[in-house]
Structure formats: C-alpha cells, structure tokens
C-alpha cells in the first residue's frame, strides 16, 4: 500500500510542476466551460440587418423599426438588390429584407404582399431565429382570427437557459477528453522520456503501478471537476442542484474509471504523446456524438441510435442531467449508475490488461 | 585560401546567461578543425552560429561574404552543411534510405543530372549502405544512421561542413568509417569541415583542434603541439593521495607540482587533467562503505545457458553464454546493432527468453514471481541517464527508495551518504535537466545502488561524459568492486575503456566472439597497439 500512495505522489508532484499541463487542465475546467456556457447565443443578438425599399417607406419602415436592440443593430439602408448581396457575402451583414415597388400597393389593396428576406445560412441558428422574429412581426400586422392561444410551460429549466445546459455539456466533454488524455500520457511519458525500462523494473507487482498510476490521473480530474461544478457551474451560472450532489460525485467517479480505461488502451498502443493526441481524438469524438450531448439521441438514425447504448458518455450526460435539473432520486438513477459501471469495468479491465501486456 | 573561414570574436549568450564569449579562429580550405571539450563547453553553441541558424554577436566571414546573424547568413546557406548532435536526429524513421536522398536533393533543389546521380552513388558506396538503399531508416542500426545523416549533409556539396558529435554513441567501426568519409569529402572537394568529439583519438586526425572551457577556447593548435605543452605534467600512474593535487586516469597521473616518477607520453585527455588542475578544480575524493546488507554474494552471481531472443526472423542473440562472477568488471563490446542492449535487456527480465536459461544465484529464472525476485537483486543504469525530470534529485532518490521497500528514514540516511561520497550533495535539491551530465551520471548510478543490488549493469554510462566525469565514474566502479564486491557489467563505445575491465566479451551480429581479459587478448593479437585494434581484428 505504501508503495501504491509513492507512485500516487510522484505522479501528482510531476503534474504540479509541468506548468504547461496543468495550466491546460485549469483551464479547461475553469475558463474553457464558462466560454462554451457564456458564448453560446441561440437567441440573435446584434444582428446586422440591412434591407433596399423602393416603396418610399410607410409600411415598410413601420416594420423596420421593430428591429431594435439588444437583438438588432439599427437596420442600415442599401440603394440596390446587388449592393446588398455583396454586402451578406462580405458578412457584414446577416439578414437583407427587399421591399419592391409594389409591396405597399399590394398591401393596401389588401393582396398578398411579399416581403423578400435574404438570410445568410451559414450562420444558421441566428439567421433562422431572426426570420423567426420577422414572422412574428407580420403576424402582427396581419390580425389573424384564430381562437386557440398557445401557453407554454417550461419545465426543469424554467428560465429556459441555454448557458447551463451548454456549460454542463461542456463540462462533461472535457471530463472525458481529459480522463482519457491523462492516464494515457503518465504512461507514455515514461516512454518518450525513456524511463519505462526504469518502471519495469522496480520489484513490484505491475497491477500495483497501473492501478496507481491511473488512480493519480482520476484523483487530478475529479479535483477539477469539483472545482469547475463549484465555480464555474454553480458560482457562474446559477446551475440549478435538484438532486444530491454526492450522487453526481460518485458518477463522476466511476466514469473517469471508465474514460481511463480507454485512455490506458490508448497507452498501449502509441509511442508518443502525439500519436496519445491523435487516437484519443479519434475515440473521444465518436463518443461525444453518440452521447446526446451534441444532437438529442431521439433525433439520431437509428442504428446510430443504437450504438449510443455502448457510449458510456451517453449513461453519464443523461444520469447528470437527471441529477441536475430533475432532482432525480439515487434509487432512480440505477439505470445511469448500471450503465457507467457496467461499460466502465469492461473498458477499464481492457486497458488493463492491454497495457499490463507490456509490462 | 580560396574559400576561408573567419570567425571574429564571436559570443552566444542564451537568456543572459553566455554559452561562448568571444571566440576567434581561422580556417582554410580543405581542412578539419576539431573542437574538444566538456558538455556545456560551448561547443554546440559556436557551431550553431557558424551555420547561421543562431543568433550571435561579432562577425563571421565566410567566402568573403561577412555575416553578423542569421538572416545574413541565409545567402550562404547553399555551401553550408550542418549535422546537429543526436543520432538519426534529423532522419525520418519510416523513409527508407534512398527516399532520404530523393528528399534532401529536393529541399536544396537539386538538379537530378548524371553528375549528381554519380555523385549521390558514390556516397553511397563510400557510407556502405549502396545495398540497403530500400530499408527504413528506423531500422537501420545507429552507426548506420550516422552514416546515413552524414551522406544527407553532404548532397548538395557544402563547402563549409559542420559536424556536432556526429561519432558519439557510435562504434568503432563505424567511426572509423565515418573518418574514411569526411577524409575523403576534404580532398576531393576542398571542403572546410568542423567537428566536435568526444574521442580523442579522432582528434588526433585532426589539423588543428580546438580545447573549450566554459565558453572560452583555451588552447588551440595541431595535436601534436596541444600534446606537446602537457608533457611536463604527464607521469606514469601511481595512487594520488588525498593531498597531492593530481588526477589519475587511464595509466596516467598528471600533477603541476613534480611527481616522483618518471613521464608518460599524454594523450589529448591530458588537457583536461592539466587544465582542471591549473583552474584549481580538486577532484573530489570518492569514498564508499561497505554494503549494509552482510548477505553473502556467492562466486558465480549471474549464469546465462545458450541465451537467445529472436525478433521474427531476426537473431539478435544466439545461443550466448555467460556467467557473472561476484567482483568483477565486465565489459560488453560490439558494433551498433551486435545485440549487446537486447542481452543486457534480456538479463534484466525486461524481454522474455526465446531460449535457453538464466540462472541468478544458482536459482533459475522462470515464473513473473521469479523475474520480480531478480529485479529486486539488480541495479541498472540506463542509456543517457533517464530519471525524473520533474522531481528533484532527492525526490528521484527518494520514490527509488520507496520503491525498493527501504524505510523512508534509512533511505534519506543513505541517500546523504551517498550524495557526499560521491560528491553532488549541492545538488540534491536541483532538477536533474540543470545538472551537467556528468553529475547526472553519478547520481544515476546512486539510483541503481540504493538497494544494495548484487548485480549493476550500466548501458553507455560514459557516453557523451567528458572526461574528468568518466575518470570519476571509473574511481567509483573500482571502489564498488573493492568494498561491495559486486558484478558489474557494462557496455561502452570507448576501446581504452576495456582496459579497465576484468573481462571483455565481443559481440557480433548477435554472437559472441570473444570473452577473455584483457591481458588474453592482448597476447592473442600481439600485433594490435591498442585495445582499439583489437576491437577491429573481430570484425574484419
């Protein structure tokens, strides 16, 4: 036991002093999560709109002037169709409105009167939003007799805020790509330092090295996911805490085992730190995917449905949720915990006997 | 001098701290200009500024073109060929030997005319790798590597050829091939050639040879004259006592006050001594107790029965026997690529037997329970000193000591004692990376000692030492003979080396050829001057 807690120590006290890496890993759990939490803008927000009207204003600008800030900036006037489109290609502008020369004529004689919108796609969610809020806008003018009114209810997220929802995502993704990366590199480190013979060939039973030199690595990112839950999740973003805190811990807790596992895989077959970047990459993405972090799982093709049963991530991101926002109970969490466990071990005792092979 | 070289006072200081101050020498055409001297001289650092790929103050004339800084120099970058110090350093593993000529005529732009083709054969043919033109250069073994490295530099035809130990690491055959090469280049193309080595004997082949200290060149000349001015101080070897100021080392001792007997004729080596001790450096007296374990070492420690280990249809090691007896001093010769790191690695239980037996202690190895037992019993320093480099000396000494299950309070005791004995207690605090190697070496070898194994085997422990570092590191082998009476063995590049040894066992090409002492061997070959020709007997 002595030994194990040496090993332990010698690990933490090279991460303390590889000033590259552990500035890495803080910050990513501090600064990486607030910026995906903060910086994700689904509602549009100083959206540049520039618009041509040949109608000599009237209905026209009455529209226009329900385009103000914070979403807006004010609207600027282009004196051509062409002059515009260079504009949205230059992106200096995101969406063009066209009133032609007949939209107030139309409109006044009561015919459908049609509003041209230009909208750059490739910034798709902002763009599509904005059209979202023009409807609405015409709507307006267009009092529609129809007697149902909708009256939505947000449930689990009342303030229907994206930027906790984001930044927990985040924070999940990074726990994976670091509890991957780490592990992976304690042992490959030792390679392209040259050390691993030196490792080998201490009296100790290998089980013993792997165990606690993995265990290093899980301790390091489970500090970090502390501390990102305390000040970046809870002390940034007013993360709602339904369930018991000490449940999302012990998950966490298992699936870095898991995410380790894989990362001791990884160990094992490269040579180099570069070669543990690249595979890891090549692992983690398809996980985050499949997970339902990115794209909810009911919207995925089925089989890619399916698949995401075997990412582990999957488990977590839904058992977290669950403990966040739903305020789920420990007895109804098994089905997470079972998942995360389960995928955990078989990983972990792969990546195991992968890298226990060299040894 | 049609094309001559000029350097004018130049000095390279890296984040305040100056590596060289002020150097100046001249060069002609045609000629080697050896450069000498410990890790950390300066070396690396002047030669970087003459290829113009540092930045430097003072001034560089070459063809008389004058640069002041890289980007000066770029014009003259065509004639300039620079291979930097590391083997295969600038190889790509998985090009094979003529993709490396194809890909460095490309990047010099190169025209691919039959002038070039015979001139690309010939170099080749001089490296001796015209048949292995097809094979990785991952695969090829570092002698060749070198070899290879070398013939890449010289494709465009430089005028102007620096070299930062391209021989270190690299045996003597290859070596003396690698000789043959630049020998040639110097002739036939009038080249200026600088180089930097560890050997001595190389730079006896020098023109002229250049001695650095700490960033100065202190003495500069043919080597005959750089001979000539220790001889005064060169004696034949007797025990310097502790208030004698005088080093010992390879059947010489050298002393500024006069010795009571009579004169040897000195090597290049002298100069270290003889500079060490006119700068006032007293060697520190190495002194080492007796083990602290009273267990009996029984006579034959280590027996390997027709040893063999095969990488596919590769032999590395066949059939080898060897037995290890308590208090003896083994060396392990051979070319790069002979096998002597995969049988040291099998003896350590870090590659598992394709067949035969090893027996440690009478008892035979077998089971993983077995190996760990083995493990327990053996020191080993590894190739270029691999420890920790983010803990301290102490914390290295220290979870070595864990490891081997010595209690904290006993280890801390022994790694004082040990720090003082051998003479780096200022810099058990320190970070292994600021430390000279030669500090390195030694607190290495405290690492491989802690547990008081029966066995130490050292790969390479003096490559890229300087020479007062390797007279120290011969002082503490002896002493561990003497008081411990352990086995020890080790691999080495340098020939004079062997004569330190006990025994000397040849490998080639997975075999062994030779295993006797010293003296055997020297009766064997009466013709042979030094141990170095011996050596080449074997592999003619």
């Keep these: ?117 230009l909208l750059d796609a490739t910034a798709a969610s902002q763009s599509f939003t904005t059209l979202g809020y023009l409807q609405n806008i015409v709507m307006d003018f267009n009092k529609v007799d129809f007697p149902v009114a909708l009256k939505a209810h947000k449930l689990f997220n009342q303030n229907a805020d994206n930027h906790t929802f984001m930044a927990l995502s985040e924070m999940l993704s990074i726990i994976t790509m670091l509890s991957i990366l780490l592990p992976a590199m304690v042992f490959v480190r030792e390679k392209e330092e040259g050390t691993w013979d030196i490792m080998l060939l201490m009296p100790i039973d290998t089980k013993v090295t792997i165990l606690a030199k993995s265990f290093s690595q899980v301790l390091i990112i489970f500090a970090g996911t502390v501390i990102c839950t305390g000040f970046v999740l809870f002390g940034s973003f007013d993360m709602p805490m339904n369930g018991s805190f000490w449940a999302f811990l012990l998950l966490t807790f298992f699936y870095i085992f898991t995410s380790a596992g894989i990362g001791l895989f990884v160990a094992s077959v490269s040579k180099s730190i570069l070669q543990v970047a690249q595979l890891s990459m090549i692992i983690m993405m398809p996980m985050i995917f499949l997970s339902g972090a990115w794209t909810p799982i009911h919207a995925m093709h089925p089989v890619l449905e399916k698949l995401s049963l075997i990412s582990p991530l999957r488990y977590y991101i839904e058992g977290c949720e669950s403990i966040f926002y739903r305020g789920t109970q420990w007895s109804d969490l098994w089905p997470y915990f079972t998942g995360v466990i389960l995928l955990g071990s078989v990983l972990y005792w792969y990546g195991f006997r992968k890298i226990g092979k060299l040894f | 001098m049609m094309f001559g070289l000029e350097v004018r006072n130049v000095a390279v200081a890296y984040k305040g701290k100056s590596a060289i101050r002020g150097v100046s020498f001249k060069a002609g055409a045609g000629e080697i200009i050896g450069f000498i001297g410990a890790d950390g001289a300066g070396k690396s ?82 490296a001796g790798l015209s048949a292995f033109v097809d094979r990785e250069a991952g695969k090829l073994s570092g002698g060749m590597m070198q070899k290879l490295s070398l013939i890449c530099t010289l494709l465009h035809r430089p005028k102007l050829l620096i070299l930062d130990e391209p021989t270190t690491g690299v045996d003597p055959l290859s070596r003396r091939e690698l000789w043959e090469i630049l020998d040639d280049i110097r002739k036939s193309e009038g080249t200026i050639i600088l180089v930097s080595t560890a050997y001595m004997q190389e730079a006896a082949k020098m023109d002229r040879v250049y001695l650095f200290d700490s960033g100065e060149i202190i003495a500069g000349g043919s080597a005959e004259q750089l001979i000539d001015s220790v001889r005064e101080y060169t004696y034949t070897e007797i025990p310097c006592s502790e208030k004698q100021r005088c080093f010992s080392f390879d059947k010489r001792s050298y002393s500024l006050a006069p010795l009571d007997v009579p004169h040897a004729e000195p090597t290049l080596e002298a100069l270290f001594f003889v500079n060490a001790l006119k700068k006032g450096y007293a060697m520190p007296k190495m002194e080492l107790e007796a083990r602290e374990s009273d267990a009996p070492i029984p006579d034959i420690v280590l027996e390997a029965k027709a040893l063999t280990k095969r990488f596919g249809e590769f032999v590395a090691n066949d059939r080898i026997d060897m037995q290890l007896r308590a208090g003896e001093i083994v060396g392990l010769l051979g070319a790069n690529g002979a096998g002597k790191t995969t049988f040291i690695k099998m003896l350590l239980g870090l590659y598992a037997m394709d067949g035969g037996e090893l027996l440690l202690l009478g008892k035979p190895i077998r089971s993983g329970e077995d190996r760990r037992t083995l493990k327990a019993k053996i020191g080993y320093v590894s190739q270029h000193f691999a420890l920790y480099k983010d803990m301290t000396v102490r914390e290295n000494l220290l979870y070595f000591a864990q490891m081997h299950r010595i209690e904290t309070k006993k280890a801390l005791v022994r790694i004082r004692k040990y720090a003082e004995a051998l003479g780096y207690r200022a810099y058990l605090d320190a970070l292994p990376a600021s430390l000279p190697l030669g500090i390195n070496q030694r607190f290495s070898i405290t690492a491989a ?75 064997e070959h009466p013709e042979a001057a030094d141990f170095e020709e011996i050596f080449m007997e074997y592999y003619r």
């Excluded at chain 1, 332990?8 to 995906?36: C, H, P, Q």
């Design chain 2, 45 to 126: 650092s002047l030669m970087h500024a003459i290829a113009g790929v540092g930045r430097f103050s003072g001034e560089i004339v070459y063809g008389g073109e004058t640069y002041r800084s890289p980007a000066e120099a770029e014009k003259l970058k065509q004639d300039i060929g620079l291979m930097p110090q590391g083997i295969g350093l600038v190889l790509y593993e998985t090009l094979t030997v003529g993709e490396h000529l194809e890909f460095f005529a490309s990047i010099r732009n190169l025209k691919r005319t039959d002038a070039f083709r015979t001139y690309r054969n010939k170099l080749l043919e001089m």
């Design chain 1, 1 to 117: 036991m002595r030994i194990f807690w040496t090993i332990v120590a010698k690990e933490l006290i090279s991460f303390m002093r590889s000033w590259g890496l552990l500035a890495v890993v803080l910050y990513s759990f501090t600064l990486d999560v607030y910026i995906a939490g903060a910086g994700m803008q689904i509602k549009p927000r100083n959206v540049a709109v520039g618009y041509v009207d040949e109608t000599g204003g009237g209905i026209s600008q009455k529209i226009l002037s329900h385009l103000h800030g914070p979403e807006f900036v004010q609207p600027k006037r282009f004196l051509s169709q062409k002059a515009l489109s260079e504009a949205i290609f230059n992106k200096k502008i995101l969406v063009g409105i066209l009133f032609d020369r007949d939209f107030e004529k139309d409109y006044r004689e009561g015919r459908e009167a049609v509003m041209n919108v």
């Design chain 2, 449 to 523: 000692l802690l547990h008081e194994p029966v066995i130490l085997f050292l790969d390479e422990p003096t490559s890229g030492v300087d020479t007062i570092a390797r007279a120290q590191f011969w002082e503490i082998m002896e002493l561990l003979k003497e008081k411990w009476g352990i086995t020890i063995l080790i691999t080495t590049h340098y020939m004079s080396e062997a004569e330190y040894c006990d025994r000397v066992v040849l490998f080639k090409e997975g075999v062994k050829v030779a295993d006797a002492t010293v003296e055997t061997l020297y009766k």
